[in-house]
C-alpha cells in the first residue's frame, strides 16, 4: 500500500465525518499501487465540493417546481418545469458519481441558498421580484461549478470533467431562460 501517514489520517478523518464510505478507505487500502491514486486529501476535497453542488441541484429542483405552482402565469410554467427537470437531472448524475468516487450524499446548502429558496417559494413573493433575485444571484451558483471543475481537472478525472460541462452547459441554457423571462416580465 502507497499510502503515506498524512494520507491515511485524511482517509479517515473522510470516513469518521461520514463523508466517504467503508468501501472507499478498504479499497484504497488495499489498491496495490498499480494504478496512479489521486491524494487523498485532493479526492476528498473533490467528494466534498461534487456534494455541495448536488445539494444545491437538488435544492434549486425543489424550488422552481413549488414556484411553477405558485405562480399563475402560464408562460413561467412552461419554463421553470424545464428548468426544474433539468436541474433534477443534474442533482442525480452528480449524486452517481459521487457515489461511484466512494462519496456518500450528505452535504446541506449553505445558508445564502437557504434563504434565496425560501424567498422564492414564499407565496407572498411576485414573480418579477423572483426573477430578479434568480437573476442577481445564479452566477454564485457557477462559482461552485468552476470550484469543482478545477478539481476534477487536478485530479484527472476525465468522467467527472465531461460530467460537469454538460451540466454547466445545461445550467446556462436555464440562466439564459431566467434572463429573457426577467425582461420580459421583470420589465
Ligand atoms: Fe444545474
Redesign the pocket.
Known amino acids: 500500500v502507497h499510502l503515506n501517514r498524512q494520507e491515511l489520517s485524511w482517509l479517515l478523518a473522510a470516513f469518521r465525518e461520514g463523508r466517504i464510505s467503508e468501501e472507499a478507505v478498504v479499497s484504497r487500502l488495499q489498491s496495490d499501487g498499480s494504478e496512479p491514486e489521486v491524494p487523498a486529501e485532493r479526492r476528498v476535497s473533490l467528494l466534498t465540493v461534487l456534494d455541495q453542488f448536488r445539494a444545491a441541484?437538488e435544492s434549486?429542483a425543489e424550488t422552481l417546481r413549488k414556484w411553477a405552482l405558485l405562480t399563475e402565469s402560464a408562460y413561467l410554467v412552461g419554463g421553470l418545469r424545464a428548468a426544474a427537470a433539468?436541474?433534477a437531472q443534474?442533482a442525480l448524475l452528480l449524486d452517481q458519481r459521487l457515489r461511484e468516487l466512494g462519496g456518500v450524499p450528505r452535504a446541506e446548502i449553505p445558508h445564502w441558498l437557504r434563504r434565496l429558496n425560501a424567498e422564492i417559494s414564499d407565496p407572498a413573493t411576485e414573480d418579477a421580484v423572483r426573477l430578479a433575485i434568480i437573476v442577481r444571484s445564479l452566477p454564485d451558483a457557477d462559482r461552485i461549478a468552476g470550484e469543482v471543475n478545477e478539481l476534477t481537472e487536478a485530479a484527472g478525472d476525465p468522467l467527472t470533467t465531461e460530467l460537469l460541462r454538460n451540466?454547466c452547459a445545461?445550467?446556462l441554457v436555464t440562466f439564459r431562460w431566467f434572463v429573457s423571462a426577467h425582461h420580459m416580465i421583470g420589465g
Open positions: 441541484e434549486g433539468r436541474e443534474h451540466i445545461d445550467d
